[in-house]
């Protein structure tokens, strides 16, 4: 057996052993990563807003 075919057997036997989520997870889990993905970047966006504000106000007149 050559190297290649050995390694594409060990491989789909690995891939059976993994416990995939369900259709439902994944969605949940999805959903998760893009709320926190926005609630990040509404809050850097939020700082990046005040310190602007604050730079035009004392440092560039």
Do not use: C, H
């Amino acid at each position: 057996m050559n190297v290649v075919t050995k390694f594409i057997k060990e491989a789909q036997d690995e891939l059976r052993k993994v416990n995939w989520p369900s259709r439902e997870q994944a969605i949940n889990y999805t959903l998760i990563v893009i709320g926190v993905s926005i609630a990040v970047a509404l809050f850097l966006g939020g700082l990046d807003y005040f310190f602007e504000g604050l730079l035009k106000t004392f440092i560039i007149k």
